[in-house]
């Protein structure tokens, strides 16, 4: 529910927020062609959206705060299938965190990307912009998902854009400078 008050911890310090519902959205799928032959699709999908009271970016924008989850869609050709949980390596090893233990992979490079950004109408008229951006991918040694598709850990960030509209906006006063004309 939007609108309701909240205490956050912002940049280490006790903060009041507001949630902030998302009234509209247009979430589309990344998609990239990797070493292996294989094409993943990803999508940013945002849960919540948090509004911190009295915190402006650079440019007067209050500062908003996140939460989301990804979706990963696998298609892999062919001799990377596998039901059997048995499938080839091509490339550098490396031992990755995954499911709670350390699990051998393989290091797989983005051949071709297609990144897309996401829209968001907020209930307080801000639009709101998001990206997931992938970072690594290592292809999981020995593990096939129920489709015999391999299973892949992607490592990704997202970049958030917000442009709000003006009444939210911290104002800047332009007239500080006035006395400093001809320095």
């Known amino acids: 529910m939007g609108g309701s ?6 940049n280490g310090q006790p903060a009041n927020a507001e949630n902030v519902e998302v009234k509209q959205s247009s979430e589309r799928w990344n998609e990239y062609l990797v070493g292996d032959g294989s094409v993943l699709k990803m ?4 849960t919540n959206v ?7 970016d650079s440019i007067g924008n209050p ?6 989850t990804n979706a990963l869609s696998v298609n892999a050709p062919g001799e990377l299938r596998d039901a059997t949980g048995k499938g080839k390596t091509q490339g550098p090893r490396v031992r990755i965190p995954f499911d709670r233990k350390i699990v051998e ?3 797989i490079e983005v051949a071709q990307a297609a990144e897309y950004w996401n829209d968001y109408l907020l209930e307080d008229g ?3 912009k998001a990206r997931l951006v992938v970072t690594n991918i290592h292809r999981v040694e020995g593990k096939h998902d129920s489709t015999g598709n391999p299973v892949y850990n992607v490592t990704s960030s997202n970049v958030v854009a917000a442009a709000a509209p003006a009444e939210l906006r911290q104002h800047f006063d332009d007239t500080a400078d006035e006395g400093r004309a001809g320095v």
């Open 5 to 10: 008050k909240i205490k956050i911890d912002y």
């Open 105 to 107: 992979a393989e290091v």
């Open 43 to 46: 999508k940013l999908v945002l």
């Open 63 to 68: 500062i908003y705060m996140v939460n989301s």
């Open 126 to 128: 801000t639009k709101l």
């Open 50 to 56: 948090i509004r911190v009271d009295g915190q402006y």
